[in-house]
């Protein structure tokens, strides 16, 4: 912009200048009108506040019958669709049972409860070694504490046969998911209709909640372990491919421009010069693969994942919080040590290892035989000593029954507390908002998003935010969509109460803000389903459970963004005005909060599509909120009704970040950032 | 003197950057003036630009930030398709070479150093100079051998094995030109490669660079914004601004008559017997010089007053390869000082 060299410690008079003056009024106005057709539309147009039943379109008919087509009858020539879904599912099964024998199940013949076991797994003692092996390698004595510390806490709490089934997913899912998230990548990178193809559906893929996911998943490859590692494929592999684009772009074009000098083809460019030089961020990509990896493999225990997030599930439905909560900190261990494991090999990986001049096996591998020497010692030792083998049942730790009566104590002490904390919520804030929400003409909303849209962005953001809205009271779910939004909103809005605050607090305490880093850096890590368990233990399940561990999971990038909006402030600016006077306060409301707002304002965007990404995974616990649809088309494997439920939550999304995006993009116009 | 061939030459070379520039230059003309570029939306980098790099010469593109140079000198080897004009090399006009002709060119015959260097992170020294070989096919081994004579031709010899972010700014530069030599290029591109050092740093790489050319006597396109490398460096110069080429001529004549009162602005400051070689200054030998002090052709006269100082009453002026080509007079050295 013209304006970018403007002043900046003049941004109120900039911004009186800066600013339309008819912007207002044209606000004020489009709330009036909307407001009065709200109040004494009713009774002229009642199909504005009710969309009529006779125009419902039936999309999830559609698309359910659609995909029994596929199954039953779509066919490529020579082999059908339900061939093609088959053979993938055959070809994922053979590195998914390799791993799944060599962690948990060992080699088995035959099947169900009349197998026989050929080879037993590896022993408990192998796996923490290599683990602990490999953390050495990356990252040193502490990491391979720390990662066999976790892998230990695994074996003693008795939750080893799980968390290895559910680690053996991860290890077929992840690495596929970098492969072809990469290849995407670099086809989207080299071609430019690839990119034009790619980068919508990435978009979209983006905002559908993960439940939605499993449907079409379950209904075309079925219920088990493949299905789950499919689903986790198509919920990994999108990031890799956005990340992979950006680190492409991002090589600096003077690489680029060597390739091209010393004369390479178009496939030595590709793979001799970009992706290396990409390589550092590339492996960025690679530790969020692997996360999203456990998180999505958690939640495919729906559809048959089994593993941790199968004894969760298990857990929440009986309402055992002491099996649910022992496997929930099973989730987290794992997650520190892959989390921390994937930090350490991004960082090795991308440093590039200088030649080894020594000779010899032993020198040149050293992890690697030490590595094949513990397998054979431990394998050896387990036919002598079980112990070795399987960890001894004897020396396991059950936390379960202490948790329970954790709870219990905590109910039977605080039971009227956390019930009157509960149900003033409820009446006072959450019950109104609802109504209020749930009256609204869906005509009037539609309309008021599509104006809101077109003042923010444009022709083309208004006529997107005019057509969602459309799509969900077309398909017939404006109600639930109310309900998603009321849920959201609230969550969203109490996590940026509480997180914005505490973000302007550690912003400028260096201490505590690496305390601080540190802890929502670990939150974050954490799969989403790991949230559950204590809102259910406190406050049983509904609407004000879910609203807690949507904050508890949405507060994360609220205080990030805040911190880190207030912390980018040029330091010279607030010495200049501490040279003018001001007080502290001022300071940060006149000059900090004022420049990191559009920071907060991506934070806030943020803070919605987590609570949004969460708020499909609260249907556990009794929302009825199209997330909730979607559950219960998972139950059933509807998978039309689970789409469209899907499509609409992406369609929220897609409204909130649009419209958020551009507001945060004119309010860097007027501080004149941008 | 013989009138050296031209190894490269631009011929109304025309870079608009934006939407459907080639029809926007079709239709005016191929010569649209600077206010119909910018109400079409353009961005005239590099405009109408006519230059001969001629074998062997150190030729200078000299401008400041913006003025296109970098544009230019990529138009020059096609990484930059140009919006018109023709470019020749050798007398192939390279904007009718196919994709694989120009793989062909620019492996064998063009070397490229950049100013940010530009060498790859995860390969090592060695790797990167032998690069541009292992992309051609060659073998290990004689990559190898290729690529530690010209680290050690760089004065990088023991550094092989280190990576590009263990050198600092100058040895990762040293690299960069060791990589470009390695194919034994017919034309050497180098942009700004000296601009992104500290200033002594920069001064030791010019000295080495020069020492490298009176080795290699290799034809040369140098960019730079910074005036006094260009005539340090330079046997002619380019200066460009907003992309035209200004003036083109050697460094004395750029000082003793620029062109444009553009161009007076940077050579106001420059004195003159920093600019004047001791070719322009030499008179015929005349036998007697084998046994007195030398200086090179390609020295200044400021660099050759020094060695007056014991009274010598002139010097004897050699070419690149040692030889006694002429003379150097005192008087005349004393005069041209003088006049500042
Ligand atoms: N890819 C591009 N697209 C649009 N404009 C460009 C592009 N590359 C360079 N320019 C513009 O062309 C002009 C010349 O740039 P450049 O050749 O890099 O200048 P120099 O190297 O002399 O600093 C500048 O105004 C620059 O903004
Ligand atoms: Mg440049």
Redesign the interface.
Known sequence: MAMSGAPLLEPETAQVSRRPSRLPVAWLVAIAVFVTFWLYGKPLFPAAFDYPKAYVIKLAKWISSAMKWLINEASFGLFSFTDLTRFISAVLDVPYTLAASLLSTGFLEGSGSSAIQLLPPLPWIAVIGLVMLLGHWLGGMRLSLLAGGCFLFLAVFGQWTSAMITLASILVAAPLGVVFGLLFGVAAWRWHWVERMVMPLLDLMQTIPVFAYLVPVLFLFGFGPTAAVIATLIFATPPMTRISILSLRAVPSEITDLGHMVGCTERQMTWRVMVPAARESLMVGMNQVIMLSLNMVIIASMIGAGGLGFDVLAALRRLDFGAGLEAGFAIVALAIAMDRLSQAAAEKLSAPSPDTQASGLVARHPYLVAALALLIATTALGYVIPGIRTYPEALQLSTGTFWSEVVAWININYFDTLEAIKNAMLINVLIPFKRFLGDLPWLGVTVFLGFAGYRLGGWRLGLLTLCLPLFIAATGQWEKAMITVYLCGISALFASLIGIPVGIIAATRDRLWSWVQLAIDTLQTLPSFVYLMPAVMLFRVGDFTAMIAVVAFAIAPAIRYTALGIRKVDPKLIEASRAMGCTEWQILTRVRLKLALPEILLGLNQTIMFALSMLVITALVGTRDLGQEVYIALTKADTGRGLVAGLSIAAIAIIADRLISAGASRARHRLGLE | MTIPEAKLVCRNVWKLFGAEAEEFLVSHDGHPDTDAIAAAGLVGAVRQVDLDVHEGEIFVIMGLSGSGKSTLV?LM?R?IEPTGGDVLFKGENLLKASQSR???????Q???V?????L?????VLDNVA??LD??GMDRAAREARAREMIELVGLAGKE?A?PRQLSGGQQQRVGIARSLA?EPEIWFLDEPFSALDPLIRREMQDEFMRLQTKLHKTIVFITHDFDEAIRLADRIAIMKDGEIVQAGTPEEIVLTPATSYVAEFTRNVARAKVIRTRSLMKDAQGDEENGARISARANIAEAAPLFLDGAPHLGVTDDDGRVIGRLDREAVVSLMLQG
Do not use: D, N, Y
């Open positions: 990529r080897s990484l120009m793989i062909e060119i620019r492996r064998h063009m070397g490229m950049f100013q940010h260097f530009a790859l992170p995860h390969l090592t690069f541009p992309i051609q094995s990576f194919v």
